[in-house]
């Protein structure tokens, strides 16, 4: 089955040059505007480490519902789509995963899951997450995430501070993902956000939208495909070794499958700080976010959704 994130109209080749134009613009790195940062904690080790804390729309009755958001941002509109769980108990903190769309994408694609459906959903979470998360799928300008002065930043910031004042949101526990141009978004926020956000998945990931700041650890999940050719894999191989660097982890050269293998690798790097690990997922492929070991490319049936989500349930 064709992967449903390229049956949007838009070649490779455009996607490549839409990233090129990306690098071209980004002048300087996102400013760090705003902060809503719940308490921290000094770790054992002396990293300074997000803790577990109810935000305030815990014990509400909320007013926010599943559907499309709409918010002003710096004067913009700007749009979002929120899944609230099944269920969902007022007294009870959940995850809060953000999702982020690819060049071209919508946050539609991603909350929808294309032609995979549900299986799919917000990089899969939806299905692995099984109404323990708030699922965000955020919309980027001009189908983007440029960050010009740090503008996407203070869109997260707002995003977060509306929803914690009304629903039910563990402050220790919030995540990013996303897939090549979402990827460098959820790049910029491990930057920007590290004290803020518990872990990040960058999948075939560049940086294309800023790393301001970038010396804070935070818990970090990188897949890249070895023969990607519109991000190449040695640009998340320098993103990885940032937090590498960071997180105090022991520093080696993973391996990585050979091409033609059909199959991947996963390194779970060691001497990490405690409660910053870092994993890194090479895959015989070349620039898709849900690689089947075999060749093919299927939302429904990778094995993407289940890693990022492994990584992000390590705390409750």
Known sequence: MKPFYFN???SSSLIKVCLFSAVILLGQCAPNNLDFSPK????????????????????????????????TVNGQNRQYIIRIPNGYDK?????????????????????SGGSDG????????????????????PQGLSNGWANSGGQDITFVDQMRQAIENDLCVNQGQRFAV??????????????????DFRAVTVISGGQLSGCNGGNDPIAYLGIHGVSDGTLPISGGRVMRDKFVGNNGCTKITPQEPAAGSKSHIKTV??????????????????????????????????YTPGEIWSFFSQWT
């Open 8 to 10: 949007m109209g838009f």
């Open 91 to 111: 007294n009870k903190s959940y995850k809060l995963i953000f999702a982020f769309h690819w060049v071209g994408g919508t946050m539609t694609d991603v909350a």
């Open 178 to 195: 996303g897939f090549s141009y979402g990827g460098s978004m959820s790049f910029s926020i491990a930057c920007a956000r590290a004290k």
């Open 118 to 137: 549900a299986l799919w959903a917000y990089y899969g979470q939806q299905r692995t997450a099984s109404e323990t998360a708030i699922l965000v799928a």
């Open 40 to 71: 921290l904690a000094n770790s054992p080790i002396g990293a300074r480490q997000v803790v577990n804390s109810n935000s305030p729309g815990c014990g509400k009755t909320p007013t926010t519902t599943s559907g499309t958001k709409s918010i």
């Open 269 to 302: 790097y060691s001497g990490c700080k405690s409660g910053y690990p870092v994993t890194w997922i090479a895959f015989d492929g070349g620039h898709a976010p849900a690689p089947v070991d075999g060749g093919s490319d299927s939302g429904a049936k990778s």
